[in-house]
């Protein structure tokens, strides 16, 4: 590999977030903090590893074996999960077709990085909550204090909505409307954007809170103390401490590994066995296509006994053999 070439992966970096990602492909802020994160995990490594700063590190640096070495490195020093490695290697990949079409020159490199496979992992069922368990979530924030309202009316949304994390803090109150239905606007995955109806308890909930401690409609629906947009490990923390709360009651609840998306998951499947048909759980919860969402036809048991029931058993009692073929018959007479 050239001299120029060893010397442009600063500018080919610089080039495929400015270019490929937010130019080309207007790649949503989340994927571009998604990427952003996963290139300053490799610096770090390869800093570490190679000794090699960051402006010092070439092109040629990043060979196949030495990624694979830093994906190793993020399942086994950084546990991180089989997913989040993928996601790291998705980052990689896409930086390196980039390069091969810029750095024609780098081919059997970017060969090379390319075959890379995606590590296959095993599938969990989806789990969720039980509506009483989440009922008691919803209701264990104390009443009395600010950030209990708050966290009450937030927790409240995110089941109304069934929202990822992401869109949850995106929301703005100008996304709110209480007229001809109360719905709210969501930013989702992609740019993908979708309105979702509030249930009456949750508009009610809502038009208090904007009441007590009304705000410009471009401020963000769900601030911390200091008025800026909550954090993912905010409204994480948030829902943890409620639950912990809510464990009081229901002690199984202090077992369970409780976040934002098992309570998306629970909307789900609770909508799902109140018959709720799947397209449009589909459309509620932002899913690209309904085949994403049939996934939680595998995870309530319960409907499947209950499809059990409804079925009847096949007669397995044995009958007494008569043949009626002639060659059977004749067999039969051996």
């Not at 992992?121 to 009443?143: K, T, V, Y």
């Not at 009316?153 to 007229?179: C, H, K, P, Q, W």
């Amino acid at each position: 590999m050239n001299v120029a070439t060893r010397s442009s992966f600063g500018i080919l970096l610089q080039q495929f977030f400015l270019e490929r990602l937010i130019q080309q492909r207007h790649a949503s802020t989340r994927t571009i903090e998604s990427y952003r994160d996963s290139f300053r995990r490799l610096l770090t490594f390869a800093e570490r590893r190679l000794r090699k700063r960051p402006t010092a590190l070439a092109l040629e640096d990043l060979t196949a074996p030495f990624l694979l070495e830093f994906l190793e490195h993020l399942e086994k020093e950084r546990h991180n999960s089989i997913r989040s490695r993928n996601a790291r290697l998705a980052a990689i990949h896409s930086f390196m077709h980039y390069v091969a079409l810029k750095e024609p020159g780098a081919l059997a490199l970017t060969q090379s990085v390319l075959a890379i496979p995606m590590k296959r992992f095993e599938r969990r069922l989806i789990g969720f909550l039980s509506r009483e368990h989440l009922q008691a979530i919803l209701e264990a924030p104390d009443p009395t204090t600010w950030s209990g309202q708050r966290d009450r009316v937030m927790l409240a949304t995110l089941y109304n909505t069934g929202a990822r994390i992401s869109e949850l803090i995106g929301m703005r109150i100008a996304d709110l409307s209480f007229e001809a239905g109360p719905a709210i606007h969501i930013r989702g995955k992609g740019r993908k954007e979708r309105q979702v109806p509030l249930w009456p308890q949750t508009a009610r909930q809502l038009k208090g809170w904007l009441r007590q401690y009304p705000r410009a409609p471009e401020e963000p629906l769900f601030v911390n103390r200091s008025g800026n947009a909550l954090t993912r490990i905010g409204v994480t923390e948030r829902l943890k401490l409620a639950a912990h709360a809510a464990a009081d009651q229901y002690p199984q609840l202090a077992k369970r590994a409780i976040g934002p998306h098992l309570v998306r998951h629970s909307l789900a499947m609770h909508m799902l066995q109140s018959g709720v048909d799947i397209t449009v759980i589909a459309l509620w919860l932002g899913h690209e296509s309904p085949v994403t969402t049939h996934m939680y036809l595998e995870a309530d048991l319960q409907m499947k006994q209950r499809t059990l029931k409804a079925l009847h058993a096949p007669n397995n009692t044995p009958a007494r053999y008569r043949p009626t073929d002639r060659l059977l018959q004749f067999l039969q007479s051996l």
